[in-house]
């Protein structure tokens, strides 16, 4: 069975930070590209940052360079994505959603929420 379970979201003040971590099992997940996406209300899905499948390689959103750093651990049996938010920002508040994808598969948690009061 495909899992993909967020964890850490919460609310926190402007300048503050949050780690988010995403928990995947069910597929060789370590094989898999994976990162974060968050959708804000009334708001369509974007992309916030990715990394290879061996951490070599990770991309950001320009709204999150310099302040976002995502990484991974590819354990034997559990992949875990972390996602660490430093100098949070109000237009940062969104469900964020991990996602897993190598050629046409591709899975998704069912995101939590970051809400980051001004």
């Known amino acids: 069975q495909v899992q993909l379970v967020e964890s850490g979201g919460g609310l926190v003040q402007a300048g503050g930070s949050l780690r988010l971590s995403c928990a995947a099992s069910g597929r060789t997940f370590s094989s898999y590209a994976m990162g974060w996406f968050r959708q804000a209300p009334g708001k369509e899905r974007e992309f916030v940052a990715a990394?290879?499948?061996?951490?070599?390689?990770?991309?950001?959103a320009d709204s999150v360079k310099g302040r976002f750093t995502i990484s991974r651990d590819n354990a034997k049996n559990t992949v875990y994505l972390h996602l660490q938010m430093n100098s949070l920002k109000p237009e940062d508040t969104a469900v964020y959603y991990c996602?897993?994808?190598?050629?046409?598969?591709?899975?998704w948690g069912q995101g939590t929420q970051v809400t980051v009061s001004s």
């Open positions: 990394i290879s499948w061996s951490g070599g390689s990770t991309y950001y």
């Open positions: 996602n897993a994808y190598f050629g046409f598969n591709e899975y």
